[in-house]
Protein backbone atom coordinates (compact mmCIF):
# COMPACT_ATOMS: atom_id res chain seq x y z
CA UNK A 1 0.00 0.00 0.00
CA UNK A 2 1.52 3.53 -1.01
CA UNK A 3 2.46 6.13 1.19
CA UNK A 4 -0.22 8.49 0.27
CA UNK A 5 -3.14 6.72 2.12
CA UNK A 6 -0.83 6.51 5.57
CA UNK A 7 -0.09 10.58 5.30
CA UNK A 8 -1.62 13.42 5.46
CA UNK A 9 -3.03 15.51 8.80
CA UNK A 10 -6.55 15.51 7.11
CA UNK A 11 -6.82 11.52 7.96
CA UNK A 12 -6.21 11.82 11.31
CA UNK A 13 -8.90 11.30 13.74
CA UNK A 14 -9.18 11.02 17.12
CA UNK A 15 -5.21 10.90 17.16
CA UNK A 16 -5.17 7.95 15.46
CA UNK A 17 -4.12 7.37 12.24
CA UNK A 18 -7.02 5.80 10.13
CA UNK A 19 -4.38 3.27 8.42
CA UNK A 20 -3.08 2.12 11.87
CA UNK A 21 -6.92 1.53 13.16
CA UNK A 22 -7.25 -1.63 11.10
CA UNK A 23 -3.26 -2.77 13.24
CA UNK A 24 -4.76 -1.71 16.32
CA UNK A 25 -7.93 -3.64 15.78
CA UNK A 26 -5.60 -6.91 14.96
CA UNK A 27 -3.44 -6.40 18.21
CA UNK A 28 -6.11 -5.80 20.60
CA UNK A 29 -8.38 -9.04 18.88
CA UNK A 30 -4.93 -11.07 19.34
CA UNK A 31 -4.36 -9.42 22.99
CA UNK A 32 -7.56 -9.85 24.17
CA UNK A 33 -8.51 -13.64 22.36
CA UNK A 34 -4.87 -15.25 22.31
CA UNK A 35 -1.77 -13.76 24.44
CA UNK A 36 -4.45 -12.85 27.19
CA UNK A 37 -5.16 -16.58 27.64
CA UNK A 38 -1.72 -17.62 27.43
CA UNK A 39 -0.56 -15.36 30.07
CA UNK A 40 -2.99 -17.01 31.84
CA UNK A 41 -2.07 -20.27 31.55
CA UNK A 42 1.38 -19.40 32.42
CA UNK A 43 0.70 -17.60 35.29
CA UNK A 44 -1.70 -20.77 36.39
CA UNK A 45 1.14 -23.22 35.45
CA UNK A 46 3.55 -21.34 38.04
CA UNK A 47 1.62 -21.06 40.83
CA UNK A 48 -0.11 -22.41 43.93
CA UNK A 49 -2.07 -21.54 46.34
CA UNK A 50 -1.56 -17.61 45.30
CA UNK A 51 2.32 -18.13 45.29
CA UNK A 52 4.95 -18.36 42.49
CA UNK A 53 5.77 -22.17 42.67
CA UNK A 54 7.68 -24.84 40.15
CA UNK A 55 5.44 -27.11 42.48
CA UNK A 56 3.06 -28.01 39.39
CA UNK A 57 6.03 -29.17 36.80
CA UNK A 58 7.89 -30.62 39.62
CA UNK A 59 5.31 -32.76 40.11
CA UNK A 60 3.90 -33.72 36.62
CA UNK A 61 7.61 -34.56 35.26
CA UNK A 62 8.16 -36.50 38.06
CA UNK A 63 5.71 -38.84 37.67
CA UNK A 64 6.95 -41.42 35.06
CA UNK A 65 3.90 -41.57 32.87
CA UNK A 66 4.57 -38.11 31.64
CA UNK A 67 8.32 -38.26 30.70
CA UNK A 68 7.17 -41.78 28.91
CA UNK A 69 4.01 -39.54 27.16
CA UNK A 70 6.44 -36.69 26.48
CA UNK A 71 9.14 -39.47 24.89
CA UNK A 72 6.46 -41.47 22.87
CA UNK A 73 4.91 -37.87 21.50
CA UNK A 74 8.49 -36.79 20.18
CA UNK A 75 9.14 -40.41 18.79
CA UNK A 76 5.90 -40.70 17.28
CA UNK A 77 6.61 -37.40 15.25
CA UNK A 78 9.54 -38.14 13.91
CA UNK A 79 9.11 -41.54 12.79
CA UNK A 80 6.09 -40.35 11.13
CA UNK A 81 7.87 -37.21 9.81
CA UNK A 82 10.27 -40.05 8.47
CA UNK A 83 8.14 -41.86 6.59
CA UNK A 84 6.01 -39.11 5.13
CA UNK A 85 9.74 -38.01 3.96
CA UNK A 86 10.61 -41.18 2.15
CA UNK A 87 7.15 -41.93 0.97
CA UNK A 88 7.19 -38.08 -0.78
CA UNK A 89 10.14 -37.44 -1.58
CA UNK A 90 10.39 -39.57 -5.13
CA UNK A 91 7.08 -38.57 -5.99
CA UNK A 92 7.27 -35.04 -5.28
CA UNK A 93 10.81 -34.72 -7.89
CA UNK A 94 8.12 -36.01 -10.42
CA UNK A 95 5.06 -34.27 -9.33
CA UNK A 96 7.73 -31.17 -9.70
CA UNK A 97 8.44 -31.30 -13.15
CA UNK A 98 5.24 -31.81 -14.23
CA UNK A 99 3.23 -28.61 -15.94
CA UNK A 100 -0.32 -27.43 -17.23
CA UNK A 101 -3.36 -29.70 -16.49
CA UNK A 102 -1.65 -32.71 -14.91
CA UNK A 103 -0.12 -30.28 -12.68
CA UNK A 104 -3.22 -29.23 -11.73
CA UNK A 105 -5.03 -32.56 -11.75
CA UNK A 106 -1.97 -33.64 -9.30
CA UNK A 107 -2.22 -31.07 -6.86
CA UNK A 108 -6.30 -31.63 -7.01
CA UNK A 109 -5.16 -35.12 -5.67
CA UNK A 110 -2.90 -33.73 -2.87
CA UNK A 111 -5.10 -30.95 -1.88
CA UNK A 112 -8.58 -33.08 -1.91
CA UNK A 113 -7.19 -35.17 1.33
CA UNK A 114 -5.63 -32.06 3.06
CA UNK A 115 -8.48 -30.17 3.10
CA UNK A 116 -10.60 -32.83 3.76
CA UNK A 117 -11.47 -33.68 7.81
CA UNK A 118 -8.76 -35.38 9.64
CA UNK A 119 -11.74 -36.83 11.38
CA UNK A 120 -12.68 -38.54 8.14
CA UNK A 121 -9.53 -39.54 7.81
CA UNK A 122 -8.62 -41.26 10.35
CA UNK A 123 -12.57 -43.06 11.14
CA UNK A 124 -11.40 -44.55 7.15
CA UNK A 125 -8.33 -46.17 8.44
CA UNK A 126 -10.61 -47.65 11.32
CA UNK A 127 -12.48 -49.52 9.38
CA UNK A 128 -9.43 -50.14 7.10
CA UNK A 129 -7.10 -51.46 9.69
CA UNK A 130 -9.58 -53.46 11.26
CA UNK A 131 -8.66 -57.36 11.77
CA UNK A 132 -11.29 -58.34 9.19
CA UNK A 133 -10.52 -55.15 7.65
CA UNK A 134 -9.45 -54.92 3.68
CA UNK A 135 -5.86 -54.55 4.65
CA UNK A 136 -5.95 -57.93 6.42
CA UNK A 137 -8.10 -59.46 3.80
CA UNK A 138 -5.40 -58.18 1.29
CA UNK A 139 -2.65 -59.38 3.15
CA UNK A 140 -4.13 -62.64 3.26
CA UNK A 141 -5.29 -63.30 0.08
CA UNK A 142 -1.56 -62.34 -1.12
CA UNK A 143 -0.77 -65.42 1.14
CA UNK A 144 1.48 -63.22 3.29
CA UNK A 145 1.46 -65.83 6.38
CA UNK A 146 0.94 -64.27 10.29
CA UNK A 147 -2.36 -62.76 9.89
CA UNK A 148 -4.73 -61.39 10.57
CA UNK A 149 -2.30 -58.25 12.09
CA UNK A 150 -3.27 -56.27 14.70
CA UNK A 151 -2.81 -53.02 12.89
CA UNK A 152 -5.33 -50.58 15.20
CA UNK A 153 -5.25 -49.72 18.87
CA UNK A 154 -1.55 -49.88 18.85
CA UNK A 155 1.45 -47.69 18.30
CA UNK A 156 1.28 -49.01 14.64
CA UNK A 157 -1.80 -48.26 14.01
CA UNK A 158 -1.50 -44.31 14.95
CA UNK A 159 1.84 -43.94 12.93
CA UNK A 160 0.09 -45.15 10.10
CA UNK A 161 -2.80 -42.93 10.53
CA UNK A 162 -0.88 -40.32 11.42
CA UNK A 163 1.58 -40.41 8.01
CA UNK A 164 -1.97 -40.99 6.11
CA UNK A 165 -3.15 -37.32 7.58
CA UNK A 166 0.25 -35.68 7.40
CA UNK A 167 1.47 -36.89 3.84
CA UNK A 168 0.10 -33.92 2.19
CA UNK A 169 1.94 -31.64 3.92
CA UNK A 170 5.27 -32.86 3.06
CA UNK A 171 4.05 -32.97 -0.58
CA UNK A 172 3.03 -29.30 -0.54
CA UNK A 173 6.43 -28.55 1.09
CA UNK A 174 8.82 -30.50 -0.84
CA UNK A 175 7.13 -29.59 -4.57
CA UNK A 176 6.83 -26.04 -3.64
CA UNK A 177 10.96 -26.04 -3.07
CA UNK A 178 11.69 -28.25 -5.89
CA UNK A 179 9.56 -26.47 -8.50
CA UNK A 180 11.77 -23.39 -8.14
CA UNK A 181 15.36 -25.15 -9.23
CA UNK A 182 16.47 -23.67 -11.62
CA UNK A 183 16.32 -26.46 -14.68
CA UNK A 184 19.15 -24.30 -16.44
CA UNK A 185 21.04 -25.61 -13.39
CA UNK A 186 20.71 -29.38 -14.52
CA UNK A 187 21.01 -29.06 -18.21
CA UNK A 188 24.50 -27.27 -17.57
CA UNK A 189 25.12 -30.39 -14.89
CA UNK A 190 24.34 -32.69 -17.99
CA UNK A 191 26.17 -30.79 -20.59
CA UNK A 192 29.61 -31.00 -18.84
CA UNK A 193 29.27 -34.36 -18.71
CA UNK A 194 27.19 -35.81 -15.22
CA UNK A 195 25.41 -38.48 -15.80
CA UNK A 196 21.91 -38.11 -14.56
CA UNK A 197 22.85 -39.68 -11.18
CA UNK A 198 25.76 -37.39 -11.01
CA UNK A 199 22.89 -34.51 -11.13
CA UNK A 200 20.59 -35.44 -8.94
CA UNK A 201 23.19 -36.15 -6.23
CA UNK A 202 25.44 -33.06 -6.61
CA UNK A 203 22.80 -30.43 -7.80
CA UNK A 204 19.35 -31.30 -7.51
CA UNK A 205 19.14 -32.91 -3.54
CA UNK A 206 21.35 -30.19 -2.12
CA UNK A 207 19.20 -27.86 -3.94
CA UNK A 208 15.80 -29.63 -2.46
CA UNK A 209 17.27 -30.17 1.11
CA UNK A 210 15.80 -26.89 2.39
CA UNK A 211 12.11 -28.09 1.04
CA UNK A 212 12.86 -31.62 2.69
CA UNK A 213 13.65 -29.75 6.33
CA UNK A 214 11.04 -27.58 6.44
CA UNK A 215 8.59 -30.64 5.47
CA UNK A 216 9.97 -32.62 8.57
CA UNK A 217 9.68 -29.67 10.63
CA UNK A 218 6.12 -28.49 9.54
CA UNK A 219 4.97 -32.57 10.01
CA UNK A 220 7.09 -33.24 13.32
CA UNK A 221 5.51 -30.31 14.99
CA UNK A 222 2.07 -31.09 14.35
CA UNK A 223 2.44 -34.41 14.52
CA UNK A 224 3.81 -33.43 18.09
CA UNK A 225 0.28 -31.82 18.92
CA UNK A 226 -1.70 -34.22 16.90
CA UNK A 227 -4.55 -35.42 18.72
CA UNK A 228 -7.38 -36.95 17.07
CA UNK A 229 -5.27 -39.69 15.27
CA UNK A 230 -3.87 -41.37 18.34
CA UNK A 231 -6.93 -40.86 20.63
CA UNK A 232 -8.88 -42.49 17.99
CA UNK A 233 -6.51 -45.38 16.63
CA UNK A 234 -3.76 -45.23 19.93
CA UNK A 235 -4.27 -47.67 22.48
CA UNK A 236 -4.64 -47.37 25.87
CA UNK A 237 -0.63 -47.21 25.94
CA UNK A 238 0.43 -45.44 23.54
CA UNK A 239 -1.08 -41.70 24.33
CA UNK A 240 0.42 -38.41 23.18
CA UNK A 241 0.79 -35.26 25.20
CA UNK A 242 -2.05 -33.55 23.32
CA UNK A 243 -4.04 -36.77 25.08
CA UNK A 244 -2.77 -35.94 28.33
CA UNK A 245 -3.80 -32.16 27.92
CA UNK A 246 -7.42 -33.35 27.09
CA UNK A 247 -7.24 -35.82 29.99
CA UNK A 248 -6.59 -33.11 32.67
CA UNK A 249 -9.16 -30.65 31.18
CA UNK A 250 -12.29 -33.65 30.95
CA UNK A 251 -11.37 -36.68 33.57
CA UNK A 252 -9.60 -35.06 35.98
CA UNK A 253 -10.35 -31.38 36.58
CA UNK A 254 -6.74 -30.84 36.72
CA UNK A 255 -6.28 -26.72 34.65
CA UNK A 256 -2.53 -26.17 36.62
CA UNK A 257 -1.34 -29.71 35.13
CA UNK A 258 -3.15 -28.84 31.68
CA UNK A 259 -1.40 -25.24 31.76
CA UNK A 260 1.71 -27.00 32.68
CA UNK A 261 1.78 -29.38 30.04
CA UNK A 262 0.75 -26.58 27.23
CA UNK A 263 4.18 -24.49 28.63
CA UNK A 264 6.00 -27.58 27.98
CA UNK A 265 4.44 -28.29 24.74
CA UNK A 266 5.03 -24.55 23.70
CA UNK A 267 8.84 -24.67 24.58
CA UNK A 268 9.07 -27.96 22.73
CA UNK A 269 8.37 -26.53 19.77
CA UNK A 270 9.60 -23.07 19.76
CA UNK A 271 12.77 -25.19 20.17
CA UNK A 272 12.35 -27.13 17.18
CA UNK A 273 11.24 -23.65 15.29
CA UNK A 274 14.81 -21.86 16.70
CA UNK A 275 16.75 -25.02 15.87
CA UNK A 276 15.28 -25.09 12.22
CA UNK A 277 15.12 -21.17 11.58
CA UNK A 278 19.36 -21.18 11.95
CA UNK A 279 19.39 -23.25 9.13
CA UNK A 280 16.24 -22.24 7.29
CA UNK A 281 14.58 -18.96 8.03
CA UNK A 282 11.62 -18.69 9.63
CA UNK A 283 9.52 -17.27 6.27
CA UNK A 284 10.57 -20.26 4.67
CA UNK A 285 9.20 -22.64 7.58
CA UNK A 286 5.77 -20.68 7.32
CA UNK A 287 5.23 -20.36 3.55
CA UNK A 288 7.27 -23.44 1.92
CA UNK A 289 5.72 -22.76 -1.34
CA UNK A 290 6.51 -19.00 -1.44
CA UNK B 1 13.53 -33.70 -14.63
CA UNK B 2 17.23 -34.71 -15.22
CA UNK B 3 17.57 -34.95 -18.78
CA UNK B 4 19.29 -38.53 -20.70
CA UNK B 5 17.24 -40.56 -18.09
CA UNK B 6 16.49 -44.04 -19.31
CA UNK B 7 12.48 -44.04 -20.61
CA UNK B 8 12.04 -47.02 -18.44
CA UNK B 9 13.17 -45.31 -15.13
CA UNK B 10 10.55 -42.32 -16.45
CA UNK B 11 7.67 -44.92 -16.24
CA UNK B 12 8.80 -46.38 -13.14
CA UNK B 13 8.76 -42.91 -11.33
CA UNK B 14 5.53 -41.51 -13.32
CA UNK B 15 4.02 -44.82 -11.67
CA UNK B 16 5.07 -44.48 -8.65
CA UNK B 17 3.88 -40.61 -8.22
CA UNK B 18 0.29 -42.35 -9.65
CA UNK B 19 0.95 -44.60 -6.34
CA UNK B 20 1.12 -42.38 -4.01
CA UNK B 21 -1.55 -40.08 -5.44
CA UNK B 22 -3.34 -43.53 -4.82
CA UNK B 23 -2.48 -43.75 -1.25
CA UNK B 24 -3.55 -40.76 -1.05
CA UNK B 25 -7.06 -40.88 -2.80
CA UNK B 26 -8.43 -44.78 -2.55
CA UNK B 27 -9.25 -44.36 1.10
CA UNK B 28 -11.56 -41.58 0.72
CA UNK B 29 -13.34 -43.64 -2.07
CA UNK B 30 -13.81 -46.20 0.33
CA UNK B 31 -16.21 -44.09 2.30
CA UNK B 32 -18.90 -44.44 -0.12
CA UNK B 33 -19.61 -48.26 -0.02
CA UNK B 34 -19.06 -47.83 3.73
CA UNK B 35 -21.64 -45.64 4.18
CA UNK B 36 -24.27 -48.31 2.07
CA UNK B 37 -23.86 -51.09 5.37
CA UNK B 38 -27.24 -52.87 5.61
CA UNK B 39 -26.34 -53.74 9.72
CA UNK B 40 -25.08 -51.62 12.17
CA UNK B 41 -21.39 -52.39 11.76
CA UNK B 42 -19.19 -50.72 9.19
CA UNK B 43 -17.39 -52.77 6.64
CA UNK B 44 -15.27 -52.04 3.62
CA UNK B 45 -17.72 -54.09 1.61
CA UNK B 46 -21.29 -54.31 2.55
CA UNK B 47 -23.54 -56.63 0.55
CA UNK B 48 -26.29 -56.04 0.46
CA UNK B 49 -26.40 -52.22 -0.12
CA UNK B 50 -28.20 -50.53 1.89
CA UNK B 51 -29.53 -46.49 1.96
CA UNK B 52 -30.46 -47.62 5.54
CA UNK B 53 -28.14 -45.28 7.65
CA UNK B 54 -28.34 -42.27 5.17
CA UNK B 55 -32.65 -42.45 6.35
CA UNK B 56 -31.02 -42.55 10.35
CA UNK B 57 -28.93 -39.56 9.72
CA UNK B 58 -31.64 -37.80 7.94
CA UNK B 59 -34.04 -38.38 10.34
CA UNK B 60 -31.78 -37.76 13.63
CA UNK B 61 -32.61 -34.72 15.63
CA UNK B 62 -28.89 -35.34 17.06
CA UNK B 63 -26.81 -35.03 14.03
CA UNK B 64 -29.05 -32.42 12.73
CA UNK B 65 -28.08 -30.29 15.41
CA UNK B 66 -24.70 -31.22 15.24
CA UNK B 67 -24.75 -29.81 12.12
CA UNK B 68 -26.52 -27.01 12.68
CA UNK B 69 -24.01 -25.74 15.63
CA UNK B 70 -20.94 -26.38 13.43
CA UNK B 71 -22.49 -24.11 10.46
CA UNK B 72 -23.10 -21.48 13.13
CA UNK B 73 -19.71 -21.45 14.68
CA UNK B 74 -17.95 -21.76 11.44
CA UNK B 75 -19.55 -19.08 9.80
CA UNK B 76 -18.47 -16.73 12.66
CA UNK B 77 -15.29 -18.05 12.96
CA UNK B 78 -14.59 -17.25 8.82
CA UNK B 79 -16.29 -13.96 8.90
CA UNK B 80 -14.18 -12.90 11.81
CA UNK B 81 -10.74 -14.33 10.52
CA UNK B 82 -11.20 -13.14 7.30
CA UNK B 83 -12.00 -9.61 8.20
CA UNK B 84 -9.06 -9.26 10.96
CA UNK B 85 -6.75 -11.08 8.69
CA UNK B 86 -7.72 -8.52 6.05
CA UNK B 87 -6.77 -6.18 8.17
CA UNK B 88 -3.75 -7.63 9.55
CA UNK B 89 -2.64 -8.27 5.93
CA UNK B 90 -3.02 -4.85 5.17
CA UNK B 91 -0.73 -4.03 7.96
CA UNK B 92 1.80 -6.20 6.77
CA UNK B 93 1.71 -5.37 3.66
CA UNK B 94 1.90 -1.27 4.61
CA UNK B 95 4.10 -1.44 7.70
CA UNK B 96 7.88 -0.93 7.30
CA UNK B 97 10.21 -3.83 7.57
CA UNK B 98 10.76 -4.02 11.24
CA UNK B 99 7.09 -3.89 12.38
CA UNK B 100 6.25 -6.15 9.51
CA UNK B 101 8.12 -8.83 10.81
CA UNK B 102 7.20 -8.62 14.17
CA UNK B 103 3.32 -8.04 13.07
CA UNK B 104 3.76 -10.96 11.12
CA UNK B 105 5.21 -13.59 13.73
CA UNK B 106 1.69 -12.29 16.45
CA UNK B 107 -0.19 -13.23 13.09
CA UNK B 108 0.93 -16.48 13.03
CA UNK B 109 1.84 -17.15 15.90
CA UNK B 110 -1.66 -19.30 16.45
CA UNK B 111 -0.51 -21.38 13.68
CA UNK B 112 2.70 -22.31 15.12
CA UNK B 113 1.91 -23.62 19.03
CA UNK B 114 0.29 -26.78 18.67
CA UNK B 115 -3.92 -26.63 18.58
CA UNK B 116 -4.45 -27.66 21.42
CA UNK B 117 -2.85 -25.36 23.18
CA UNK B 118 -5.28 -22.90 21.49
CA UNK B 119 -8.17 -24.84 22.61
CA UNK B 120 -7.04 -24.46 26.06
CA UNK B 121 -6.07 -20.68 25.86
CA UNK B 122 -9.82 -20.18 24.43
CA UNK B 123 -11.21 -23.08 27.41
CA UNK B 124 -9.18 -20.87 29.73
CA UNK B 125 -10.47 -17.64 27.69
CA UNK B 126 -14.13 -18.65 28.10
CA UNK B 127 -13.84 -19.44 32.50
CA UNK B 128 -12.65 -16.30 33.05
CA UNK B 129 -15.39 -14.37 31.11
CA UNK B 130 -17.84 -16.40 32.45
CA UNK B 131 -18.65 -17.72 29.05
CA UNK B 132 -18.06 -21.26 29.11
CA UNK B 133 -20.23 -22.94 27.12
CA UNK B 134 -21.37 -20.19 25.07
CA UNK B 135 -21.08 -20.39 21.14
CA UNK B 136 -19.76 -17.39 20.22
CA UNK B 137 -16.13 -17.93 22.51
CA UNK B 138 -16.21 -21.29 20.49
CA UNK B 139 -16.24 -19.51 16.98
CA UNK B 140 -13.51 -17.13 18.28
CA UNK B 141 -11.19 -19.88 19.70
CA UNK B 142 -11.63 -21.75 15.99
CA UNK B 143 -11.11 -17.83 14.41
CA UNK B 144 -7.57 -17.90 15.95
CA UNK B 145 -6.61 -20.96 13.98
CA UNK B 146 -7.87 -19.96 10.51
CA UNK B 147 -6.45 -16.43 11.16
CA UNK B 148 -2.89 -16.67 10.14
CA UNK B 149 -3.98 -19.22 6.75
CA UNK B 150 -5.95 -15.83 5.91
CA UNK B 151 -3.92 -13.00 6.89
CA UNK B 152 -0.97 -15.07 5.00
CA UNK B 153 -3.22 -15.80 1.58
CA UNK B 154 -4.60 -11.84 1.93
CA UNK B 155 -1.31 -10.77 2.19
CA UNK B 156 0.07 -12.01 -0.76
CA UNK B 157 -2.72 -10.94 -2.91
CA UNK B 158 -2.00 -7.21 -1.69
CA UNK B 159 1.33 -7.49 -2.23
CA UNK B 160 0.53 -8.31 -5.86
CA UNK B 161 -1.32 -5.00 -6.30
CA UNK B 162 0.81 -2.65 -7.58
CA UNK B 163 1.57 1.00 -5.80
CA UNK B 164 0.53 2.55 -9.31
CA UNK B 165 -2.76 1.26 -9.83
CA UNK B 166 -3.56 2.73 -6.25
CA UNK B 167 -1.59 6.36 -6.77
CA UNK B 168 -3.85 6.58 -9.88
CA UNK B 169 -7.21 6.17 -8.53
CA UNK B 170 -6.41 8.84 -6.09
CA UNK B 171 -4.65 11.12 -8.20
CA UNK B 172 -7.60 10.87 -10.14
CA UNK B 173 -9.71 11.99 -7.02
CA UNK B 174 -10.82 8.78 -5.59
CA UNK B 175 -11.67 8.99 -1.61
CA UNK B 176 -10.03 5.99 0.09
CA UNK B 177 -13.23 4.24 0.94
CA UNK B 178 -13.71 4.27 -3.55
CA UNK B 179 -10.32 3.17 -3.66
CA UNK B 180 -10.89 0.27 -1.49
CA UNK B 181 -14.31 -0.82 -2.50
CA UNK B 182 -13.30 -0.23 -6.49
CA UNK B 183 -9.57 -0.72 -6.73
CA UNK B 184 -8.39 -3.31 -3.78
CA UNK B 185 -11.31 -4.87 -2.87
CA UNK B 186 -12.07 -6.63 -6.22
CA UNK B 187 -8.12 -7.02 -7.07
CA UNK B 188 -8.12 -8.97 -4.04
CA UNK B 189 -11.42 -10.67 -4.12
CA UNK B 190 -10.02 -14.36 -5.23
CA UNK B 191 -7.54 -13.69 -2.12
CA UNK B 192 -10.74 -12.23 0.14
CA UNK B 193 -12.76 -15.75 -1.19
CA UNK B 194 -10.12 -18.10 -0.51
CA UNK B 195 -9.50 -17.14 2.87
CA UNK B 196 -12.86 -17.30 3.74
CA UNK B 197 -13.51 -20.90 2.44
CA UNK B 198 -10.36 -22.33 4.06
CA UNK B 199 -10.86 -20.56 7.35
CA UNK B 200 -14.53 -22.19 7.36
CA UNK B 201 -13.01 -25.14 6.78
CA UNK B 202 -11.00 -25.17 9.48
CA UNK B 203 -13.16 -23.69 12.22
CA UNK B 204 -15.83 -26.85 10.74
CA UNK B 205 -13.31 -29.40 11.45
CA UNK B 206 -11.95 -28.37 14.32
CA UNK B 207 -11.83 -30.55 17.50
CA UNK B 208 -10.40 -29.99 20.71
CA UNK B 209 -11.63 -26.16 21.19
CA UNK B 210 -15.28 -27.67 20.47
CA UNK B 211 -14.67 -30.84 23.38
CA UNK B 212 -13.36 -28.40 25.30
CA UNK B 213 -16.19 -26.22 25.64
CA UNK B 214 -18.68 -28.79 24.76
CA UNK B 215 -21.94 -29.07 26.71
CA UNK B 216 -24.71 -31.27 26.22
CA UNK B 217 -27.22 -28.84 23.97
CA UNK B 218 -23.85 -27.51 22.78
CA UNK B 219 -22.21 -29.93 20.34
CA UNK B 220 -20.47 -29.43 17.10
CA UNK B 221 -20.74 -32.06 14.24
CA UNK B 222 -16.75 -32.98 15.05
CA UNK B 223 -17.65 -33.62 18.72
CA UNK B 224 -20.62 -35.87 17.55
CA UNK B 225 -18.00 -37.91 15.23
CA UNK B 226 -15.58 -38.37 17.58
CA UNK B 227 -18.03 -39.29 20.46
CA UNK B 228 -19.80 -42.01 17.94
CA UNK B 229 -16.12 -42.66 16.47
CA UNK B 230 -15.22 -43.67 20.22
CA UNK B 231 -17.48 -45.24 21.54
CA UNK B 232 -20.34 -46.64 19.10
CA UNK B 233 -18.79 -47.14 15.44
CA UNK B 234 -21.77 -46.91 13.42
CA UNK B 235 -22.20 -46.36 9.54
CA UNK B 236 -23.65 -43.37 10.44
CA UNK B 237 -20.14 -41.78 10.55
CA UNK B 238 -19.26 -43.14 7.16
CA UNK B 239 -22.51 -41.65 5.69
CA UNK B 240 -21.85 -37.86 7.32
CA UNK B 241 -18.28 -38.66 5.67
CA UNK B 242 -19.91 -39.17 2.55
CA UNK B 243 -21.53 -36.11 3.09
CA UNK B 244 -18.94 -33.79 4.15
CA UNK B 245 -16.50 -35.57 1.20
CA UNK B 246 -18.86 -34.32 -1.17
CA UNK B 247 -19.96 -30.93 -0.30
CA UNK B 248 -15.72 -30.35 -0.15
CA UNK B 249 -15.45 -32.03 -3.39
CA UNK B 250 -18.01 -29.22 -4.85
CA UNK B 251 -15.70 -26.57 -2.74
CA UNK B 252 -12.51 -27.45 -3.83
CA UNK B 253 -14.06 -27.36 -7.90
CA UNK B 254 -16.10 -23.89 -7.13
CA UNK B 255 -12.66 -22.74 -5.98
CA UNK B 256 -10.56 -23.90 -8.76
CA UNK B 257 -13.27 -21.94 -11.23
CA UNK B 258 -12.84 -18.65 -9.12
CA UNK B 259 -8.84 -18.81 -9.41
CA UNK B 260 -8.68 -19.52 -12.51
CA UNK B 261 -11.48 -17.03 -13.59
CA UNK B 262 -9.09 -14.76 -11.74
CA UNK B 263 -6.24 -15.60 -13.34
CA UNK B 264 -7.67 -15.31 -16.85
CA UNK B 265 -8.87 -12.03 -15.74
CA UNK B 266 -5.91 -10.98 -14.87
CA UNK B 267 -4.15 -12.29 -17.85
CA UNK B 268 -6.89 -9.70 -20.28
CA UNK B 269 -6.41 -6.93 -18.07
CA UNK B 270 -2.36 -6.77 -19.06
Known sequence: MPSELASGPARRIGGLSRDYLGMWLVLAFLSLFFLYPLARILVLSLSEEGQFSLGVYARLLGEPTTREVLLQTIRTSLTVSLICALVAYPAATRLASLSGWQATLCNLAILFPFLTSSLVRTFVFIVLLGRRGIVNQALEFLGVPGGPYKLLFNQVGVVIGMSYVLLPYMLLSLVGSMKRIDPALLRAARSLGASPFTVFRTVYLPLSLPGLAAGFVITTILGFGYFVTPALMGGPGDMMIAQLVEQQISVTYNLAAAAALAVIMIVVVAAAYAVASRWLGLSRLMRPDS | ?270
Open chain 2, 1 to 270: MIEGESRGFRRLHTGYLIFVLGLLLLPLLALLPMSFSPTATVVAWPAPWSARWYDAVASSPEWRRALGWSLLTATFASAIATTTGYFGAAAIVRAGARGSAALQMLLLSPMMVPQVVVALATYVLATSLGLHGHWLILAVGQSLLGLPVAAMIIAASLRGIHESVIRAGISLGGSRAQVFWRIVFPMSLHAILSAAALTFLIAFDELLIAVFLATPSLQTLPVRIYESVHYELTPAVAVISVLLTALLCAGVVLNQIVQWTAARLKGGAR
